[in-house]
C-alpha cells in the first residue's frame, strides 16, 4: 500500500532498476569471458596459418600425412580458397533428349523437373492465361 507521499511511478522505476541491476550482475561474467574468448580465438586464427605453413613445409620436406599425423600433428584445418560461391550458382540439371513418357504427357512430370518446380512452359503458360494469375 503506498502513502500519499509516495510516487507509484518513481516506486515502480526503482523495482525495474533493482530487477534490471540483478540481470547486469549476471552477464557480467559472461562480458570478461566474450572479451577473453574472443582474444583466445584471434591468436587461435593467428596460430592456425603459421601451423598449416609449417606443416605444408614438413610435407615438402617429404614427411606423409600419416607419419606426422602419428607424431600428434593432426592436419591443419583447411579453408577452401578464393570467396565462396553464391546461392543458386550452380549449373541447372541437364533436361531429357527424349520426350515423355508414354502415357504420361505432363511436361512436370520430366524427370530433371525437382518437385514443386514448375518447368518454364509451366510458368510461361501461368503468366500468359488470367487464371494463372488469379492463384499466386
Do not use: C, H
Not at 505432363?106 to 487464371?131: F, I, L, W, Y
Amino acid at each position: 500500500m503506498t502513502t500519499p507521499s509516495e510516487d507509484p511511478t518513481a516506486d515502480f522505476l526503482r523495482r525495474a532498476e533493482e530487477i534490471n541491476q540483478q540481470r547486469m550482475d549476471a552477464v557480467k561474467p559472461l562480458a570478461a569471458l566474450v572479451a577473453r574468448r574472443t582474444e583466445l580465438q584471434r591468436q587461435l586464427n593467428e596460430l592456425e596459418e603459421t601451423y598449416g605453413r609449417q606443416y605444408a613445409d614438413a610435407e615438402r620436406a617429404g614427411w606423409t600425412e600419416d607419419e606426422l599425423t602419428a607424431m600428434d600433428a593432426a592436419p591443419p584445418v583447411r579453408r577452401p580458397r578464393g570467396r565462396p560461391a553464391k546461392k543458386g550458382s550452380r549449373k541447372p540439371a541437364q533436361k531429357p533428349t527424349g520426350g515423355t513418357s508414354a502415357g504420361n504427357t505432363s511436361p512436370s512430370s520430366s524427370a530433371s523437373t525437382v518437385p514443386g518446380q514448375q518447368t518454364r512452359s509451366e510458368t510461361d503458360a501461368k503468366n500468359a492465361s488470367p487464371a494463372g494469375t488469379a492463384s499466386q
